[in-house]
């Protein structure tokens, strides 16, 4: 069975600096997507990235960066120049393999980051 | 813009009285999903819709129901809801080509 595993339930970051989320994933499969979510206290769940296992290089979306390590399993966000709007509880997850039906995105069980000013 | 829109942001039910969240999208996606998220817990997947086609999660309770009458529209039944009920639903959609999900603002459900 898939498994997204997040190790830190709680991180501080001072502002404009940068931080570093962890991320593990277990899965037997060769084609698998990893994404990460921002959920801020209202609740809703902001797509950041995105990482297909067959991409070579690391994806990047503005300060959001993926730090992508297949042997290891790892997946790890990297925000550059920590903004306070940056205060939010962060979720990777996994999809199924593609051409199922039943996708659906594994979760794991959430960082939250507080930056300081 | 497009986008995934949920109503109500915040609703308050009875032990017990029926209750019906609705999400609705602009992006005319094919796939649409609803997510039941208690507090300090990961979204957990009570089912989807892949077109017309229902999905239902084997450990969804049978007092939830989904009903999608349109693809812009998908409607979450709660049709007993015990206090355990009390969570964040999440509605997100996706094509059936891509992998990103994307997510509606969410309603917060009470159970009194």
């Known amino acids: 069975a898939q498994k997204i595993t997040q190790t830190q339930p709680g991180m501080f970051v001072q502002e404009k600096e940068a931080v570093t989320l962890d991320c593990t994933y277990d899965?037997?499969?060769?084609?698998?997507?990893l994404f990460w979510y921002k959920q801020p206290s209202s609740g809703e769940m902001i797509f950041l990235i995105y990482q297909g296992s067959y991409d070579e290089q690391n994806a990047t979306e503005g300060r959001y960066s993926l730090n992508f390590q297949k042997a290891r399993k790892s997946a790890n966000l990297v925000i550059s120049a920590s903004q306070l709007g940056d205060s939010a509880m962060y979720f990777c997850?996994?999809?199924?393999?593609?051409?199922?039906?039943?996708?659906?995105?594994?979760f794991g069980s959430g960082t939250r980051l507080l930056v300081r000013p | 813009d497009a986008m995934v829109i949920q109503n109500p942001r915040y609703q308050v039910t009875q032990f017990g009285k029926p209750v019906t969240l609705s999400c609705s999208q602009t992006l005319n996606h094919n796939v649409m999903y609803w997510y039941q998220q208690k507090s300090s817990q990961a979204p957990k997947l009570l089912f989807h819709?892949?077109?017309?086609?229902?999905?239902n999660e084997a450990d969804t309770p049978d007092n939830f129901q989904s009903r999608r009458p349109n693809t812009s529209f998908c409607f979450l039944d709660i049709r007993s809801p015990g206090l355990g009920d009390a969570a964040m639903y999440l509605c997100a959609t996706r094509t059936g080509s891509t992998d990103t999900q994307y997510f509606g603002p969410g309603t917060r459900l009470t159970v009194l």
């Open positions: 997850a996994m999809r199924e393999p593609r051409g199922d039906s039943s996708y659906k995105l594994i």
């Open positions: 819709y892949y077109d017309k086609d229902f999905n």
């Open positions: 899965t037997s499969d060769q084609s698998y997507g």
